[in-house]
């Protein structure tokens, strides 16, 4: 009898496994897209292919394995986030529904203080960065500045990728790059299939050069280097070429020698283009957790074993504005949002943030996927949310200080 029911009992948990798997299945055959052209894939394939980018067949990613020792968030009490009046309760749930976020994660002084998921995301899976990888390949190249594999920011592009001699490039030096201040013309229209920044990724392919680089040497000069700042995707793909031809390596490479494997908690992935190079303007799969490690990294001054990746006085460079871009109280760093009251942010297409403030000792990452390209309207909710953070640990560190004071 015994037997039987053992049996029974293991027959039904197969069967069980066998639904689920193909339930699953067919959820990734409706929903998974079948091409790589992300900014034109419908709000259904993005809520699926965000968190499994890796697993496409039409997509292809290098891997990054997680640390054995991962920096270790402590975790603390939740903390009272009150609405911009002061008066009542933030209604986290129906903000992160109206953001459509799948994931919220509040560290305060190396300390979980707010993590929630949503749309069935946990703190095991991951999802795509978008423009946030583009601080991660800043860093990078400031850490092939440190390693000397990179002579100095002021250096011309055309030292390291000769064959722009000739182009719009010519003249241009790799600070410009960092601060997309090139002077080079581009469309960064996400919404329009025919923009560079739909269109760089299908270039012609040219033997033994990388496709961004076949791409924009052909633009054409919108102003003088150094004198007008325009978000440019393309540029940061430069930075991914001078990083890679410098070190010798692929991107996910370095960025697993140098920060995901001492440093993070979950494996990542780097997507890779036509070619089987990262697309470093874009793109990198990584867990929540390890989204808000990163911002934790840089805050703590980008130490392993106690030594910094970084030059001295890079990570001051690239938090702080370099670049006016026509917001008041915003600016641009090397591939970092900025504001002038010393935070400063990754941002992401569709809603992936990494807010940092080291006067509070303050990390907020967020992953969502926004309805749409035109997602001002969301992103102005996401920095209002920021600050009343930021006044949520205001009142508790006032709270503090006038306990400690008695």
Not at 353 to 376: C, G, H, Q, W, Y
């Amino acid at each position: 009898m015994r037997k039987w029911l053992w049996g029974l009992g293991i027959t039904v948990i197969a069967l069980g496994t066998i639904a689920y798997i193909k339930r699953d299945t067919l959820y990734f055959l409706a929903h998974a897209p079948k091409d790589r052209n992300v900014l034109q894939w419908t709000v259904e394939q993005r809520d699926y292919a965000f968190g499994h980018l890796e697993q496409l067949p039409t997509v292809q990613s290098h891997p990054m394995p997680p640390s054995a020792t991962p920096h270790a968030f402590a975790h603390a009490p939740g903390f009272a986030i009150m609405t911009a009046n002061g008066t009542t309760a933030f209604d986290i749930d129906a903000f992160m529904t109206a953001q459509r976020a799948v994931g919220t994660l509040i560290v305060v002084d190396d300390k979980v203080r707010l993590e929630k998921y949503a749309k069935g995301y946990s703190d095991q899976g991951a999802w795509t960065s978008f423009s946030v990888a583009k601080s991660f390949t800043s860093t990078l190249f400031g850490a092939a500045l440190k390693d000397g594999f990179i002579k100095s920011i002021d250096e011309p592009v055309t030292d390291i990728i000769p064959e722009f001699k000739g182009s719009a490039y010519d003249g241009v030096t790799l600070k410009h790059i960092l601060t997309m201040s090139s002077g080079v013309r581009w469309n960064e229209n996400y919404a329009d299939p025919n923009s560079d920044v739909g269109q760089f990724d299908h270039v012609k392919l040219v033997p033994g050069e990388e496709p961004i680089v076949t791409y924009l040497k052909k633009l054409p000069r919108a102003a003088a280097p150094g004198t007008l700042w325009h978000y440019n995707t393309g540029e940061t793909g430069l930075l991914g070429v001078i990083v890679m031809r410098a070190t010798h390596k692929p991107l996910a490479t370095y960025l697993t020698e140098k920060i995901w494997q001492p440093y993070m908690a979950r494996p990542g992935f780097w997507v890779l283009d036509t070619t089987g190079r990262e697309i470093a303007g874009c793109c990198i799969s990584a867990s929540l957790g390890d989204y808000a490690r990163m911002g934790q990294f840089i805050m703590d001054g980008a130490r392993v074993n106690g030594q910094s990746i970084l030059p001295s006085g890079w990570i001051e460079a690239a938090t702080h504005k370099q670049k006016d871009i026509g917001e008041p109280g915003r600016g641009y760093g090397y591939q970092w949002w900025t504001y002038d009251d010393g935070s400063f942010a990754a941002l992401g297409h569709f809603g992936q943030t990494i807010f940092v403030d080291p006067k509070r000792k303050l990390v907020i990452a967020m992953n969502a996927d926004f309805p749409s390209n035109d997602e001002n309207d969301f992103m102005e909710a996401r920095f209002a949310f920021h600050r009343l953070v930021q006044q949520a640990v205001d009142r508790e560190q006032g709270v503090t200080g006038r306990m400690l004071m008695k």
